[in-house]
């Protein structure tokens, strides 16, 4: 498994366990981490974990953005935890007792054995426009807030923050280079941009101090999955060669 390979992640947004399952037979040996969201984890739970373990995932990503009463959240990151995922999040918006009480859910399920997870806030979603933050009564730009958003989970203890490619370099400056930063949004230049906006291709994305590159479809709606990680591979091995048309 390569450098680029660990900080590759797959987002498996398929409705079936099973074609989950099959990406993962086809993609375990290329790629480090698959991400399970909302809609394969409310199909499948925690079996569904198991299974694309057993498929051959190494690294888990339980993409659940928890965002609820501090004791709820606690009580989820450390089942999360405890399922087997190796990274988890909430949502930085459900304030400083929340994000305080996620940490303490996550080192609760450590000390009961469970690997160490990697913890991080959802900051700005890169869907959100100035205006959608205005209707919430937020007097700021997307990104001051994701790097707001940033800092108040760095001093709560996470271990990084989702954001856009964007904002990734502004937050490392901020929050320090430990602090990992998680991007989806990224597109080479040679895929479908779908219905991301604000794009980057992944030679860019490292450029801007992002730690885990998330794709999706340029790699699942391809016709062979495995060469499309591949080339993305190629291309965050080599920066240069890549640009957003
Ligand atoms: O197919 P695509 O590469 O667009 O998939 C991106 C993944 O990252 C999806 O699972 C999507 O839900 C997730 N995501 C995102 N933007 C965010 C947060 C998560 O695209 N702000």
Same mark, same amino acid.
């Given at each position: 498994?390569?450098?680029?390979?660990?900080?590759? $992640?797959?987002?498996? @947004?398929?409705?079936?366990?099973? &074609?989950? %399952?099959?990406?993962?037979?086809?993609?375990?040996?290329?790629?480090? +981490?698959? !991400?399970?969201?909302?809609?394969?984890?409310?199909?499948?739970?925690?079996?569904? $974990?198991?299974?694309?373990?057993? &498929?051959?995932?190494? /690294?888990?990503?339980? @993409?659940? !953005?928890?965002?609820?009463?501090?004791?709820?959240?606690?009580?989820?990151?450390?089942?999360?935890?405890?399922?087997?995922? @190796?990274?988890?999040?909430?949502?930085?918006?459900?304030?400083?007792?929340?994000?305080?009480?996620?940490? /303490?859910?996550?080192?609760? &399920?450590?000390?009961?054995?469970?690997?160490?997870?990697?913890?991080?806030?959802?900051?700005?979603?890169?869907?959100?426009?100035?205006?959608?933050?205005? %209707?919430?009564?937020?007097?700021?730009?997307?990104?001051?807030?994701?790097?707001?958003?940033?800092?108040?989970?760095?001093?709560?203890?996470? @271990?990084?923050?989702?954001?856009?490619?964007?904002?990734?370099?502004?937050?490392?400056?901020?929050?320090? *280079?430990?602090?990992?930063?998680?991007?989806?949004?990224?597109?080479?230049? +040679?895929?479908?941009?779908?219905?991301?906006?604000?794009?980057?291709?992944?030679? %860019?994305?490292?450029? !801007?101090?992002? *730690?885990?590159?998330?794709?999706?479809?340029?790699?699942?709606?391809?016709?062979?999955?495995?060469?499309? &990680?591949? !080339?993305?591979?190629?291309?965050?091995?080599?920066?240069?060669?890549?640009?957003? /048309?």
């Amino acid at each position: 498994m390569t450098l680029a390979a660990d900080r590759l $992640v797959v987002a498996l @947004d398929t409705d079936t366990l099973e &074609a989950a %399952e099959t990406l993962v037979k086809k993609l375990a040996g290329t790629v480090g +981490w698959f !991400k399970v969201g909302k809609e394969l984890f409310t199909l499948s739970g925690p079996e569904g $974990v198991r299974r694309i373990r057993a &498929a051959g995932a190494r /690294k888990i990503f339980l @993409d659940l !953005k928890y965002h609820d009463i501090p004791t709820t959240v606690r009580r989820a990151v450390k089942a999360a935890v405890l399922v087997g995922a @190796d990274m988890v999040n909430v949502h930085a918006l459900g304030g400083t007792g929340m994000m305080t009480e996620a940490v /303490k859910g996550r080192d609760e &399920a450590v000390a009961q054995g469970a690997n160490r997870c990697l913890l991080v806030a959802v900051t700005t979603l890169t869907s959100m426009t100035q205006q959608e933050l205005m %209707e919430l009564g937020i007097d700021a730009t997307p990104r001051m807030l994701a790097v707001h958003l940033a800092r108040m989970a760095a001093r709560c203890g996470l @271990d990084g923050a989702v954001s856009s490619p964007q904002e990734a370099a502004d937050i490392k400056g901020i929050c320090g *280079d430990r602090f990992v930063t998680v991007t989806p949004g990224v597109r080479p230049a +040679w895929a479908a941009k779908n219905d991301q906006a604000r794009v980057m291709t992944p030679g %860019e994305a490292l450029a !801007k101090g992002c *730690d885990y590159l998330v794709v999706g479809r340029p790699i699942t709606a391809s016709k062979d999955p495995a060469a499309a &990680a591949q !080339k993305i591979l190629a291309e965050m091995a080599s920066p240069a060669s890549a640009t957003q /048309k």
